[in-house]
């Protein structure tokens, strides 16, 4: 890793990193190692997505291959497991250096990302999957919860890059433990703003005025993330995208996505996950009348028409 003169109260290594897959996350990671002072030499298959990266800072190339070649480290960001291996096999894996660092941080299927990393070792390199917590804001504002699976060493070398994307960089364990983290908390979050949207559709209907509910049950223990952090009801708690009829956020489609790799999981390892079969069969139902884009928050409309 090349060192450069810091600035005072500065405390940056720039190094040469390939950006592969600058869509809605990937963008504004890219962007913010770029604005940490790295090289960063970024490809997408979007010709509009590699223009947003150059105006970010970033070096546009040609080719996945060209972006690995010669980064000390690679980091994918990618919509599935597919893209990954593929991106990985074709273009990564024969051209990193010995020394670069591969750092994945779509979410993917936990047996793709141990697979891959398996891969990264037989050819002598080191990899770890890395998914992050936190949207589209969190990844422009580089405030993002990177959950990093991996060997400590590897841990080690991913956190210097990850911590210029993001406010907390968590060791989760061998590889595969970040992608089994994120599952298993969105796989929480799915089936909680579930319960949350269904008390403030019954509290309603019960009579209940929804600021009153949510006064009292934000200071009680019905109090959650989808309570107070993100309130499914317009005008009610912190401003969320209820107040933005649903736009924005945390897609529908991506809750759902997130859901079906826990079932994925679960399945692959025998385990009992009711509350998360039924949040999946929700969002299955609520994608798939056309609200896949909608923010995941405006599943209550649904709880309130009775599917
Ligand atoms: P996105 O669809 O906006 O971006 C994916 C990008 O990958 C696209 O620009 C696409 O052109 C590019 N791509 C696909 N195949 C490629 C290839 N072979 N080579 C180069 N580029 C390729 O998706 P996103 O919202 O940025 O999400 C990326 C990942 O982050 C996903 O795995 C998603 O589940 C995860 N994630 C998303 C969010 C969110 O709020 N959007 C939050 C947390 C995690």
Known sequence: MRVRALRFGEDVKMARVGFIGLGNMGGGMAANLAKKGHDVRAFDLSADALDKARAAGCLP???????????????TMLPAGAHVEQVYRESVLDVALPSAILIDCSTIDVATAKRVAEQATAKGLVAVDAPVSGGIAAASAGTLTFMVGGSNEAFERARAF??????????????????????CNNMILGAEMIATCEAFVLAHKLGLDAQAFYDIASVSSGQSWSMTSYCPVPGVGPETPADRDYQGGFAAALMLKDLRLAMEAAESVDAEVPMGARARELYEAYAGAGNGARDFSGIINMLRDKP
Do not use: F, P, T, Y
């Open 61 to 75: 190339v040609a080719s996945a291959r060209e972006a690995a070649d010669g980064a000390e480290a690679v980091i």
């Open 162 to 183: 990850l911590a210029d994307m993001g406010k907390a960089v968590i060791h989760a364990g061998v590889n595969g433990a970040g992608q089994a983290a994120k599952i």
